[in-house]
């Protein structure tokens, strides 16, 4: 039987964009770190250089969901209904760290927030805001 750790990259890794962001995600007991390695093609702004945005939302939108797989049952995929991301500062070139916090877990719904950050925790440069459908069970 394969470790949780394991368990959690398979589920990462069956969405083609985050084998094409080379997302990855260390466990440690419950605590969850996504890593974002530096590769150039993650580029949006050569002049500073700058993550791209929508790769940076993509690395927040995916801790989420993977902090989700680690604590829900196993079980249908989370959705996602709506995120709004804070881009604080640009995201520099080089790899990038993030952990997701679930705020709250009901019967349908789960609230998540995502930091994002490169050197230091605490001083994010994006952070997630999010509400993500855990099942459609009772909606039919």
Not at 14 to 39: I, K, Q
Request: glycine share 8%; hydrophobic share 45%.
């Amino acid at each position: 039987m394969s470790s949780p750790g394991d368990q959690l990259q398979a589920f990462l890794e069956r969405t083609p964009y985050v084998r094409f962001l080379g997302l990855r995600a260390e466990l440690s007991g419950d605590v969850l770190t996504a890593v974002l390695a530096f590769s150039p093609h993650l580029v949006g702004n050569t002049f500073i250089p700058a993550l791209h945005g929508g790769v940076i939302g993509a690395f927040l939108e995916m801790t989420a969901l993977a902090q989700l797989f680690i604590v829900q049952p196993p079980g249908p995929r989370p959705k996602t209904i709506d995120v709004t991301i804070e881009y604080l500062k640009p995201g520099r070139a080089q790899t990038s760290y993030a952990r997701a916090q679930v705020r709250k877990i009901g019967r349908r719904i789960a609230n998540v927030h995502v930091d994002a950050w490169q050197d230091d925790p605490n001083q994010p440069f994006a952070a997630l805001r999010g509400h993500f459908l855990l099942s459609t069970d009772e909606l039919s």
